[in-house]
């Protein structure tokens, strides 16, 4: 027997038109180039995604065509962040910060008609534009710099395209909520990058997860600055959440040092954040000169932060990190952080210990740890670790165009994320390592991201990122690669003996070596890929 | 093209296990007839859904049949709000305040082959028994009292039915996320009552709304008592918040006094509530001898509370209500209230005005103001009026077996909610009236409901209805039926005064009537219509 209820889809046109009508005199802010700011309403924000709607039409842009962005975190972004799916065409968040040879992959695998870009970026993308031949506009986003345009017929400026369109007058309209909304690539450490679309329903429940109180739980009266770039996983989905609850925005664009984001923050009483952990640690030196005490949440995600920085802003601020944990595949929000009824009767330390997990797992999200050798399940009781499975309504079942398929999803259709992780009774997940990143110690694992939140917790350490070595006896062992702070001098002695109390005594490094930053991936992890590549035939002290 | 996100279907499955795997600890604890308490745990709690499974299948309760329930709020209506659907049949809550013919008409047209029935309440049931031969079990509860049971083959006793079942050992699955879960008979005004069907879709994503943090923002640190009833559009949908946020919980039972529900609300330190105006109106002369401190959220909906209720509650315990909107049609929640950011300029008075407002659409609902007589869209401007219309995925499409479906149902699919109410730009709803207990005089609408709550602003009155009252010249006039407070006195005179500086003088009724009681529908609002019925033939001073 079936319900009765209406058959509404969860669309994007359902946000977009519940913001335009409730709460269009909401303020949004975007920094530019040079320092400057431009602010706008959400009434003419709405009235540009409408005129956007129809300018994508008279460029005559395929109607479920893909359309590129390589774009800051801007409002002329959150423009086509709704104008794309709105009309029913797929929005192709391209990464800033990925090699040409990637780039020009990805545009041409998604087969990209016309790629939006700011004026600060073009410097970069005009080099592969000939070497992309389905794009046939380029559409220049005036951010405040004045870096040279080419005179070429593919490039068109965005105000006037803009001023030159009607706005679109009626309701937007997707009936199927299937329908692909948004797509992004994921560098995987092999092979070519691989495209994630999420569909209007993944996207609206997705959504509404950032609006939950065991969560960012973002409401109307918030001021939200998402710093997480919008060419990485929707920025974690803060845009769409922030129009679905009517906050109000502001925008880095394209100025990202430490120094900018902090005074962005204190300046328009932003209430709640989202960045990763190397943002974070960015700003931490810069607390003592601004006031951040409007900041009600302050979301931290991509890859497990030290314990030791979350404790460090809990104390200057009085608020500790959101931990979240997801990836491009998980939309990306899989598991969150949320005080709990039982954490009353812990020690502040205690707390701390639970805070720097990456929570539970967010309601619609099954996960389930599964020994990657025997491929059972594994009980969650806090000792044992298995990769982390992920099933539910805004997980991957597959990539674009059905590639690299067989590796990633399991034969009953779980996402295997590659994230090895303990977990508490109460569904607290505890990120151990990569599959890939794990040592392999005489046939037990050794955890590289425990030992570097213990190295990253000296005083003197500024970053540390632990690979394997190969080892005849062991078959690998740990080598800590440390990046000691500006003015400061270490030993790997002192390394050493600062471990000892706190792992077990196999756990210890065979070496210390010190290095002058540790590689980052294009959305600023740690590369462990890139750091074993430079440590390939590394000789261990006595071997 | 299509999103490649999983096929995971929205549905019950997903709130039972996930409460079942993190929330296993929290505590459940029901009030009992004669004052005693029960307390489970969910864990305890989850195994009897799993008994029950079984002992559904043992007794042969076809696949998808409706397994009616005639209960209080207790632990074990809740093991049947997740057995019933969790299985793929359909959870039917029964109201137990409806009139024998009603009760044996709804059974009847729900096709019912089992009825749960609290030993208190079955009293009232079992004289009807005969007249519903689709019904071949009764399962008696257990709720502390000892009132005769019958000794009758249909008759089972609920512990010894569970503990004679094996837990079912598998996850529950439901493939079909349009498939109905539960059922809910509305008693119109007119004609006989009409299902409404829920669907595992509309059910979950409805539990998600009370979630939000503009919202109940429901969450796992919470203790919350619903005292809306279960058998009356799943008590708001509370009882399923509750699981998909892992909160403990309170239920009144069979005990419904203002003095027991306040001792209850006391005693275990309830954060989050939610009831009818009625049961507000008998608390708040207790709330000097009570210890409410630890409410955050007071959930009032079911009709308009008159805001010198809010308010009164408001400066004896911080916090006003929480209003919201809706019908067994809309799941039930349409509408919320919470602040704004633009409400932090208003004097307190103004923001009472907003409080006593019924919000503002939830996500993923639309709503509509549409005039009555033309069925144009009336703009939102405060001022007009116009039934209000209501699309989403948790708001009925029509009525089981496509019963009264043109009168209720717009061409386009909308729902006729038969409430009348002006918005503002901010999308505020204010609800002025049912479209049927409008006035209307000399052309023009006077609200019912505007002239109850000034009326009840009197400090001598203790309720007060307002009904429509033939009139040869102006079509209808206005007559006030009062309650007043006992030991009091007021004179017709006094009303009329008390009025005059509040209302345009057109809208000053003609005649106040004093009476002992206004009559209830079985889910507590107002009976206009019986109101109505007693009132017939009035004739009006001077006519």
Redesign the interface.
């Known amino acids: 027997?079936?319900?009765?209820?209406?058959?509404?889809p969860?669309a994007l046109p359902?946000i977009f038109?519940?913001a335009e009508?409730?709460f269009g005199?909401?303020e949004i802010v975007t920094a530019t180039w040079g320092g400057g700011e431009e602010r706008t309403t959400i009434a003419d924000w709405a009235v540009n995604v409408r005129r956007l709607a129809t300018a994508l039409d008279r460029l005559g842009i395929s109607e479920?065509a893909r359309v590129g962005t390589f774009s800051w975190n801007t409002a002329a972004h959150l423009e086509l962040y709704m104008a794309a799916p709105c009309t029913g065409r797929?929005l192709h968040t391209l990464n800033i910060r990925l090699f040409p040879d990637q780039l020009t992959y990805i545009a041409n695998h998604a087969e990209d008609e016309i790629i939006f870009v700011d004026r600060s970026l073009l410097g970069q993308l005009w080099p592969l534009t000939d070497k992309m031949p389905d794009v046939r506009h380029f559409v220049v986003i005036d951010d405040g710099c004045d870096d040279p345009v080419p005179d070429d017929p593919r490039v068109l400026n965005y105000a006037q395209l803009l001023a030159e369109s009607e706005p679109f007058t009626g309701r937007f309209e997707v009936a199927?909520e299937?329908?692909?909304?948004a797509m992004c690539y994921t560098s995987g450490t092999t092979g070519n990058p691989k495209g994630?679309?999420?569909?209007?329903?993944?996207t609206?429940l997705h959504s509404?997860i950032s609006?939950?109180?065991?969560g960012p739980?973002?409401?109307?009266?918030d001021v939200v600055m998402p710093i997480v770039p919008m060419f990485h996983a929707n920025a974690w989905g803060l845009p769409y959440g922030c129009l679905?609850?009517g906050t109000?925005m502001v925008f880095p664009g394209p100025n990202m040092t430490p120094g900018a984001i902090v005074s962005l923050l204190e300046k328009h009483r932003v209430t709640a954040t989202g960045g990763v952990p190397t943002i974070w640690m960015g700003v931490l030196p810069l607390l003592d000169d601004h006031d951040l005490s409007s900041l009600r949440v302050m979301l931290c995600g991509g890859s497990a932060a030290p314990k030791s920085l979350s404790e460090a802003f809990r104390e200057k601020l009085g608020i500790p990190f959101l931990h979240a944990w997801g990836m491009t595949e998980t939309?990306p929000i899989a598991t969150m952080y949320?005080?709990?009824?039982?954490h009353a009767e812990l020690t502040e330390d205690q707390r701390a210990d639970i805070r720097a997990r990456q929570g539970?797992?967010a309601?619609?999200v099954?996960l389930r740890l599964v020994d990657p050798d025997t491929g059972e399940d594994v009980p969650w009781d806090d000792v044992q670790t298995g990769e982390i499975q992920a099933?539910?309504?805004?997980?991957?079942?597959?990539?674009?165009k059905g590639e690299g398929g067989g590796a990633q999803f399991t034969e009953d259709?779980w996402?295997r994320t590659g994230d090895v992780a303990a977990a508490d009774s109460?569904?607290f997940v505890r990120l151990v390592d990569r599959t890939k990143d794990l040592v392999k110690s005489g046939g037990e694992w050794i955890s590289s991201v425990e030992l570097e939140n213990e190295i990253m917790a000296h005083p003197k350490v500024a970053e540390a990122a632990v690979i394997a070595i190969p080892h005849e006896r062991w078959v690998e062992r740990p080598v800590a690669c440390v990046v000691v702070k500006p003015g400061e001098s270490l030993t790997a002695e002192e390394v050493i003996e600062h471990l000892k109390p706190r792992v077990a005594k196999w756990w210890l490094p065979d070496a210390v070596e010190f290095i002058d930053e540790v590689p980052k991936t294009s959305v600023g992890k740690f590369s462990k890929k890139t750091l074993r590549d430079k440590f390939a035939g590394y000789k261990l002290p006595g071997s």
């Open positions: 027997m079936l319900g009765l209820m209406q058959d509404r969860l359902h038109h519940r009508q409730f005199h909401k479920d797929v199927d299937n329908t692909a909304a994630v679309v999420y569909s209007h329903r993944s609206v509404l609006l939950i109180a065991d739980g973002l409401r109307e009266t679905l609850a109000s939309s949320s005080p709990r009824s039982h539970q797992s309601p619609l099954d099933a539910g309504p805004w997980i991957a079942k597959e990539y674009y259709g996402l109460y569904g």
